[in-house]
């Protein structure tokens, strides 16, 4: 029989490690009280028959069930899915594009009542539960359910970093190795944008991605959707601009910036994005920051970094920063992306 996925265990006592001031107090005790959340929603599926393929199969009719709650509270709630480690992911495509890279990552499967286990998803061994067109739509947060057969609860990416909480703190260290290039997002709160950015920096090889506060959440189920699996390739941070400036000193980082030429914001000379301006980076390790369509770049950004745009013709002032960006991350991917390619005539 193969074993079920569970939740991690309680920690051990956290007042011998840390420590007692009151933030960490609170911080402890929330992280304490959503993994305690984990393991109630874990024993609260009615046990079914089991599946074919060694599944222990559940099932869930009613929408007050705790693990319901635990489910909509992982696609709402941001803090809570980071103090979880858990995301929710919707959607049986985008659950398989998933599974492709890390199909152990899933603790749970939500299946709508009579939805057989698809092929590709036999080998996972963790808990299928069957639930309610009620319950779905409830934990989808969808009117209908005729396009939603399927919610994953998956644990989070190992490479993902939060340098705001304690737990990821110093944990920069290991997570690059002398990385060659770094997208950074100043600001980014659509999470379409977002997630299309992280998807076009794995397609061209970048190094990473790092979030700097006011972008959203990676694993927004939108972000997600956009994302097509590339979040739980790369590593994707979160931190602030004294996080980023250590990573920039320890690996020697230029910093450049995309900015649109015709902004009035900028008090230093713009360079025009080109080949001769790619290939005189190419050996060179490179921190790209794209802003916001809608507040632009930070004024810590327009401080530190050379400013860079791309030419256009016409009166089009700028582009939608996910189109920018992945003209940005194709003309100054890293010299060994390029240099492995092969091409045809």
């Known amino acids: ?31 304490s009280s959503s993994r305690a959340a984990v393991a109630t929603a874990s024993a609260a599926a009615k046990p079914a028959a089991s599946s074919r393929s060694g599944q222990k ?11 319901v709650k635990h489910c909509v509270k992982l696609r709402l709630s941001a803090a809570y899915r980071r103090s979880c480690r858990r995301l ?22 939500l299946l709508l009542d009579g939805v057989e286990v698809p092929e590709e998803l036999r080998e996972f061994c963790g808990d299928v539960v069957y639930v309610s067109a009620a319950v779905m739509k409830k934990v989808s947060g969808m009117q209908s359910v005729d396009s939603t057969e399927a919610i994953a609860v998956m644990h989070m990416p190992r490479h993902f970093r939060d340098l705001g909480s304690h737990e990821d703190g110093d944990s920069l260290h290991g997570l690059f190795n002398h990385p060659k290039r770094i997208l950074v997002l100043d600001g980014i709160q659509d999470p379409g944008n977002l997630g299309t950015l992280i998807r076009s ?9 790092f979030l700097l506060p006011a972008s959203c959440d990676p694993f927004n189920e939108k972000a997600l959707r956009a994302a097509r699996g590339a979040s ?11 996080d980023l400036h250590e990573l920039m000193t320890k690996y020697n980082m230029k910093m450049m910036a995309g900015h649109p030429e015709s902004s009035g914001d900028a008090s230093k000379g713009i360079q025009s994005l080109s080949k001769e301006l790619a290939d005189s980076l190419l050996n060179e390790s490179l921190c790209l920051v794209l802003g916001s369509e809608g507040n632009g770049l930070s004024s810590e950004t327009l ?4 400013l860079v745009n791309i030419p256009m013709e016409g009166t089009f002032e700028s582009l939608n920063v996910s189109v920018a960006g992945g003209i940005f991350l194709f003309m100054l991917q890293p010299k060994y992306q390029i240099d492995s390619r092969t091409l045809t005539p």
Not at 201 to 209: L, M, P, S, T
Not at 303 to 306: K, N, P, V
Request: net charge positive; aromatic share 8%.
């Open 1 to 31: 029989m193969l074993l079920l996925a569970r939740a991690p265990p309680l920690p051990p006592p956290l007042a011998a490690s840390y420590p007692a001031t009151p933030e960490r107090a609170l911080r402890f005790r929330s992280i």
């Open 57 to 67: 199969r559940k099932q869930v009719a009613s929408v007050a069930n705790p693990l």
């Open 88 to 109: 929710l992911l919707v959607g049986l495509a985008p659950i398989l594009e998933m599974c492709r890279f890390e199909l152990d990552a899933i603790d749970y499967l």
């Open 201 to 209: 920096a794995c397609a061209f090889k970048w190094d990473g991605v």
């Open 232 to 242: 739980l390739q790369l590593p994707v941070v979160t931190g602030t601009w004294h």
């Open 303 to 306: 401080q530190a970094c050379e």
